[in-house]
Every structure is written in C-alpha cells, then in structure tokens.
C-alpha cells in the first residue's frame, strides 16, 4: 500500500470530526467520535424537513470513522471499516434547515471480524439554544485490509466496565447474525413493472432509481460508502411514499439494514421500492439495491442491500394525518401486507413497553 494512499486515509479520519475519550494506543486514535454540520436547503425537502437520508448519511460516515480508526490501533494490516448492518432506527423528532446535527458515536463491543457502534444525533436550535434527540443507531462494520480488499482483518477487543456489557453486545451480535441470514431469503425477488396501474395500488407508486458510482461515493478500496446507499435508498422510499399520498412525507423508521455485498466503484446501482403496508398513519417501503458490474458484465446483477422504510404523511401544520390505505390486487400483495402488519404490530409493541420502562 502506498504512502499517499495511507495519507489519504488519515486526512479522512480526521476531517470535520473532533474526538475525545481516552487514548487507547499510541497515536492519535480515540473511542469518541463528534460531528457538528447545520443543515443547509440542499439537505432537505421543499417544506423544509431534513431527508432521513441525509441523517443516515451522516451517521454512517461517524461510525465509519470510529471503527476504522479503532481497527487500526495494533500494528497489522492496515485496513477500512466497511458498514454490515444497521440495526432499526426511529426518527423520534423532525430536523430542518438551519439547525446544527450534533453526531457522537462510540463503540459498545467487538467480535473477532466486526464492531458495534452506537451512534446519537442531536438537533440544536442555534437562535433559542433548545436540543432535542432525533435518532439513536447502531451499527455494524467489517475491516477489510488495503492490502487485499477481501480479505478480513481481526479486530482488536475494547474493554468493558463490566462484565455484562460483554455478554449483552454477545447476545446482541448473536441476534443480528441471525436476522441477516434470514433476510437473505427474500433477495431473488424482483419488482415488476405494471403498464397500466390504478392509484393506490403497489404497482401506481413503485419507483426506481439508477445511479453510476462514481470515485466521490466510494472509500479508499473502491466500495460505496454505506451512506451513499442508505441516502439513495431513503431517495427512492421517499417518491414512493409522497406518490402514494401527494402530501407532505418523512422518514418516522427504518427498519433493519442489511449490507450482503459490497458495491465497486464504476458499478452501475438500482435502487428499487414498493408500498408493502399502510396503517392509519404510516406506510411501509420495502426497498432494494442491485448492482451490475460493467466491466466484468459476465458476472451479472446481484443484490447489494435491502431494507424496509416507514414514512408519515404530514398535513400544512406538520402533523401527522390519514395515508390511503393501500389497494392489494394479488395473493403475493395480500402476504407481504400481512409480513408489513406482522412488523408494525411488533415495533408498536415495542416503542408502548420503552415508554412503560422510562416512567
């Protein structure tokens, strides 16, 4: 690997971040990463509301940060953090143009081959002052050596205060193994094209979206930043949503990221969505990312990464009010409904008993 290409790498980690914490090895490597940017009108909507995307974007590129730098505090190969997985994310309160996004991220434990980064985003009211939390996530990432991109790098262990802590993240990764291997079942289906659809039904706001990959979306061995997915597939969840209610729409959710195969720059991605489910006052997209290599076409498109979106349909106030219900006209339509209900009822269940909890 070359000197220039190890410069580079240090200039990114660096760049815009400010960390604290202590120092856990020689250098400049900490356990705490913050990130501080105001929200400009090219990161948000016409009302005003800032895309969920941009947040994502936002949070991925400060767990990047923190997993690679700490999985480059032992003198081995040096390496990348790649983004694996984020878990479920609630965008408890909206962020809109001229507040400042505060991002603070820390790692909560690691595996041999992955790290666990929790990550917080405050928006900051700079005329009044007022902050309020608008997501809390956590990530996965994989290191992957400069030398050889396939190959995975060992990451070095944190220290836990207690032993607990140890055994929960264990459970923790335990879970997420589990849930990305069943999600790969669903990874041969493909959304059809329907000519002629009626309004409201999956076929009338299914969209996509093509994109070239470029070097700017891309890290340092050529993949696609996991941000830059996540912010397309928020892009396409999104024309789907407001085609389905031609209101107002934002991000209230996303459910469980899954990233099963890296992306190479000078890919060409598509980024594909339909409605699966509609309550009163949400709708569910199911989205997904298939690449096609264009150098090497022989080795065909395949299916990147996958995820469920869940947006609101918001009145002149800002406030929630009434979606469509959604018009099913075949069994397949009728079962991932009733998948999308399953979900719902589920992460309802959930936010009542997190609220029960913190009485």
Known sequence: ???????????????????????????VIKSHVEARRVMRPD?????????????????????????TRHCNTQPRDRCVAALARVERTDFLHPMFIGEVAHVSAEITYTSKHSVEVQVNVLAENILTGAKKVTNRATLWY??????????????????YT????????????????????????????VIQTVLT???????????????????SDCT???????????????????????????????TASVDAINFHRKIKKGCVVTVSGRMTFTSNKSMEIEVFVDADNLVEADKGQYRAVTAFFTYISLDKEGKPQPVPPLKLENEEEQKRFEEGKMRYLQNKAKRLAEKERQQ
């Not at 994989?142 to 070095?156: A, C, G, R, T, Y």
């Not at 207690?162 to 289906?189: F, I, S, V």
């Open 220 to 250: 340092l061995l050529g993949f696609v930043h996991g941000g830059v997915t996540m912010k397309l597939m928020d892009e396409v969840a999104g024309i789907v949503a407001a085609r389905h209610c031609k209101t107002n729409i934002v």
């Open 1 to 27: 690997m070359t000197g220039h290409r190890l410069a580079v790498l240090y200039r990114w980690l660096h760049t815009c971040y400010r960390s604290t914490g202590h120092q856990v090895a020689p250098g």
């Open 43 to 67: 990161d948000a909507n016409i009302v005003g509301n800032v895309h969920g995307g941009t947040i994502l974007k936002m949070i991925e590129e400060a767990g990047g940060i923190i997993s």
């Open 162 to 189: 207690a032993p607990k802590q140890e055994e929960e993240g264990k459970k923790r990764y335990e879970a997420q193994k589990l849930e990305r291997l069943e999600t790969k079942e669903r990874n041969g289906e």
């Open 197 to 215: 659809p009626e309004p409201f039904t999956v076929g009338f706001s299914q969209s996509s979206l093509i994109h070239l990959v470029g070097p």
């Open 142 to 159: 994989v290191p992957f050596s400069l030398q050889n991109v396939d190959k995975i790098v060992e990451v070095p262990p944190i220290e």
